[in-house]
């Protein structure tokens, strides 16, 4: 893949905000499978591609709301614990299959730069994962979620959010994305944004997606991401 770095800043970034599903970890198939299947069991008949397809970046409260929107009268009702259980069958589905994004381990040892990550996550996910998928010392304690926000991603908040928690300014952040709403998330609060195309998830034409999205430059490789710094 031709590399775009045109619009990236000259000067070394203050911060990098990393998005955790897709980007650090490889989750994106493992948690829609499980999410498909729970949603399977009361009769909403959403395949995994599908829920790649419309949901990636964002929240499961968005997803249950869009689902509710969409399908109306037709939707059954959704049992109280319906969250906790989803959250759990994705746990569950994590302890086995879950690994860290190839190179991501590399390249976060050498990285000299200030980093937090920024996730659609609950909190307890994002801990969970990466400490299944031993990231969570790059990180910790700087690791923020939506969860933690009014608005989730594709509005700019949490990102704002982490950049006032790290005490660096917007313009002086890079955003490690893979998804459109994450990408346009970025370029709403004013910071540069990666595009990574790098995750089993991703399918033919995502590369375009993120940069019709607003990403100043893509990459499928982890190992490239040092050098579009």
């Known amino acids: 893949m031709k590399e775009d770095r045109a619009r990236l800043p000259r000067s070394s970034p203050a911060l990098l905000i990393?998005?955790?599903?897709?980007?650090?970890?490889?989750?994106?198939?493992?948690?829609?499978r499980a999410e498909a299947a729970c949603l399977a069991e009361l009769g909403i008949a959403v395949s995994a591609e599908q829920i790649i397809d419309r949901y990636l970046g964002i929240g499961m409260a968005v997803m249950l709301a869009d689902l509710q929107s969409r399908l109306g009268e037709t939707l059954p009702a959704l049992p109280t614990d319906f969250a906790d259980t989803l959250r759990q069958r994705v746990a569950d589905a994590f302890e086995t299959e879950l690994r860290p994004m190839p190179g991501i381990e590399a390249v976060l040892a050498t990285l000299p730069h200030r980093r937090c990550v920024a996730s659609s996550s609950a909190p307890e996910r994002l801990q969970h994962s990466l400490k299944l998928t031993g990231l969570l010392a790059h990180f910790d304690p700087h690791i923020y979620s939506s969860a933690q926000v009014t608005r989730g991603k594709p509005a700019p908040d949490l990102f704002l959010f982490a950049a006032r928690r790290m005490n660096v300014a917007p313009e002086d952040c890079i955003v490690i994305e893979d998804s459109v709403p994450?990408?346009?998330?970025?370029?709403?609060?004013?910071?540069?944004?990666?595009?990574?195309?790098?995750?089993?998830?991703?399918?033919?034409?995502?590369?375009?997606r993120l940069r019709q999205a607003g990403a100043a430059a893509l990459c499928n490789d982890l190992g490239q991401l040092p050098g579009l710094l």
């Open 182 to 208: 994450g990408v346009q998330a970025a370029v709403a609060a004013g910071m540069r944004a990666i595009g990574f195309a790098g995750g089993s998830h991703c399918r033919p034409g995502h590369v375009e």
């Open 18 to 32: 990393f998005d955790c599903d897709g980007v650090l970890i490889d989750s994106e198939v493992i948690a829609c």
